[in-house]
């Protein structure tokens, strides 16, 4: 098919004006065969790059203890990320200690529903590995090694959740993700966080595995620069949600890439009261933006940074298509360029929301009026 009229977001060269040719799922420029759309007064972009999501935990489980079948909850989830412009999504799956949501029971689920089927949009897995979770470790290494894990995050939650227990509104958000009465949970989680002395050299085996399969590794929600020169050291080279500014800011300076989350641009600051993404992507600290808990706010955190007059659409949309794609090591993708993916979205400038997505150079959402835009030839 042919992209005819649209404003073309052509890597160093910017913003042009250019008609595209998508040839076998691939980039090209010239004649073409097949559908016409007309993107006049459009913006044709690359594709989104998500490298850390977990709103389809919400599909999995739309209520504490509610859970629904993996399939059914990402075929939701993947209309979600189309009509949003993500063409490649990371999902971020916690292989916790903690029963129900976040359980071994549910990784494979998740696992087993992802490599059932063929996608149309790029749906990927990263690993969000408990420190604690020493049960597990055994299957996660298992799994990286069968290549069911595209990205490895080093998470430990378990002193935070186990400190969160002594009180009874925030211990009940745990307890009943985990589908347990608050006793028997705060039980678990005091047995759990007994194993520490285990936990490093579990660690250890786990970034030797994804070394191995040559995966990118990051760590997440670095409270100090010890904590991320140790994660370095393990070959996470991206710092996820650090705590605060400083903790980015050095490791940009040891050349890691810093990622945020786009919600936290979109609603002014981080829901915890962290470092400011908006701050850390003006400052040049902050590399790559992701959807963290909410796909819609990619699209409009890019716009939100241009319309602050702090970065160019270029320089905000490489956020969430060009550098991700650095960072996740996908080196087909993130860019349009000739005989790169032809992973696009076509989004209108009036309202910053997609006409259309394309996912190696098929129409994988359109909306109405992208639909009239859509010429046989």
Excluded at 7 to 30: E, H, P
Excluded at 171 to 184: E, L, P, S, V
Excluded at 271 to 283: D, I, K, M, Q, V
Excluded at 345 to 369: C, E, K
Aim: hydrophobic share 45%; glycine share 8%; charged share 20%.
């Amino acid at each position: 098919m042919r992209i005819t009229n649209g404003t073309v977001l052509l890597g160093a060269d910017g913003l042009q004006q250019a008609d595209l040719s998508l040839d076998d799922g691939r980039i090209a420029f010239g004649p073409a065969k097949g559908p016409r759309f007309d993107a006049s007064g459009l913006l044709v972009l690359p594709g989104i790059i998500d490298l850390h999501g977990d709103a389809f935990e919400r599909q999995l489980q739309p209520r504490p203890g509610v859970n629904f079948p993996a399939e059914l909850a990402l075929r939701d989830t993947e209309s979600q990320l189309l009509s949003n412009g993500i063409t490649t999504a990371f999902h971020g799956v916690t292989l916790s200690w903690e029963p129900g949501l976040r359980s071994l029971t549910a990784w494979r689920a998740v696992i087993a529903a992802l490599n059932a089927q063929t996608w149309t949009c790029d749906m990927r897995v990263h690993l969000r590995w408990e420190a604690y979770n020493l049960d597990a470790l055994d299957t996660a290494l298992a799994d990286i090694e069968a290549g069911h894990v595209h990205l490895l995050a080093f998470n430990d939650h378990t002193a935070s959740i186990v400190k969160k227990l002594h009180d009874p509104v925030e211990g009940a958000k745990y307890a009943g993700r985990a589908g347990m009465k608050m006793h028997d949970f705060r039980a678990m989680a005091d047995d759990i966080a007994a194993r520490g002395d285990a936990v490093p050299e579990a660690l250890n085996r786990i970034a030797a595995a994804a070394r191995a399969a040559n995966l990118p590794m990051a760590s997440h929600d670095d409270d100090s620069t010890a904590a991320r020169d140790y994660f370095r050291g393990l070959g996470a080279r991206i710092c996820e949600f650090p705590m605060a500014e400083e903790v980015g800011a050095a490791a940009v300076a040891a050349g890691d890439f810093v990622a945020m989350g786009c919600p936290n641009v979109v609603r002014g600051g981080s829901h915890l009261g962290w470092a400011s993404a908006a701050r850390l992507a003006e400052a040049g600290i902050c590399s790559v933006l992701t959807s963290d808990y909410y796909y819609p706010a990619m699209t409009r955190a890019a716009f939100i940074l241009v319309n602050r007059d702090s970065l160019t659409l270029p320089q905000a949309w490489a956020l969430i298509s060009e550098n991700p794609a650095r960072a996740g090591g996908l080196t087909d993708r993130g860019s349009i360029a000739p005989g790169k993916r032809a992973d696009l979205v076509i989004i209108d400038p009036a309202t910053s929301r997609p006409v259309a997505t394309v996912v190696a150079g098929h129409i994988a959402f359109l909306t109405a009026a992208g639909s009239a835009r859509l010429l046989a030839h």
